[in-house]
């Protein structure tokens, strides 16, 4: 009898971890689909970077174009487009743009919708306030968590290190997906003398 219990119980665990992995695997197909069917997302932000918080809005264009505006005192504009990050900064009349390289930063891999299904399908499912959240650790040891909702399977946010090892937390609400976002929205400003 006490073998027959057993044999039972690890039936019981098996399926249990089973059910487990074909659900995980049942979210990230979820997510894929609805990623599938997204070209652009227009959404307002709010990102926490060592602990200042910034709100704003953006425009993101599949594959890897993301213009953002920042509500911030001195009012800024990011622009992503390719390989290059341009920032811009309005201070007391005086406009200064700055150039950075992205492609060190795992934040690249989150505007690529082919590298972003990978980054799906290579991460482990867990669940933050009832939302989906799935960690990815590439090979130079970066952690990405990414944040879905759990209904609609729609992105929320990210969570990264940047390669000055800041922790951004990026909060997203979308607006609106798939409007028609001419291409030069996304052109990077003139270099200031």
Not at 158 to 169: A, L, S, V
Not at 184 to 191: G, L, R, V
Request: glycine share 2%; with cysteine.
């Amino acid at each position: 009898y006490f073998s027959l219990m057993l044999k039972k119980i690890l039936y019981f665990i098996l399926l249990s971890i089973l059910l487990t992995q074909v659900s995980r695997a049942q979210i990230k197909n979820d997510i894929i689909t609805n990623l599938d069917n997204i070209e652009s997302i227009n959404f307002s932000f709010v990102q926490s970077t060592n602990n200042k918080q910034e709100i704003g809005e953006c425009l993101l264009l599949f594959p890897g174009k993301l213009k953002c505006n920042y509500n911030d005192r001195y009012p800024k504009k990011l622009i992503i487009n390719g390989k290059t990050l341009t920032i811009t900064i309005k201070k007391n009349e005086k406009i200064n743009t700055y150039y950075y390289p992205i492609s060190k930063s795992p934040f690249i891999k989150i505007l690529d919708k082919s590298e972003l299904k990978k980054i799906i399908n290579s991460s482990e499912v867990e669940y933050i306030n009832s939302n989906i959240s799935l960690k990815y650790i590439d090979n130079k040891n970066q952690t990405i968590f990414l944040l879905f909702d759990k209904n609609s399977f729609d992105l929320l946010g990210w969570f990264i290190n940047d390669q000055f090892n800041n922790e951004i937390k990026f909060l997203i609400n979308i607006n609106s997906k798939n409007d028609f976002i001419e291409e030069d929205t996304f052109k990077h400003p003139k270099f200031n003398n």
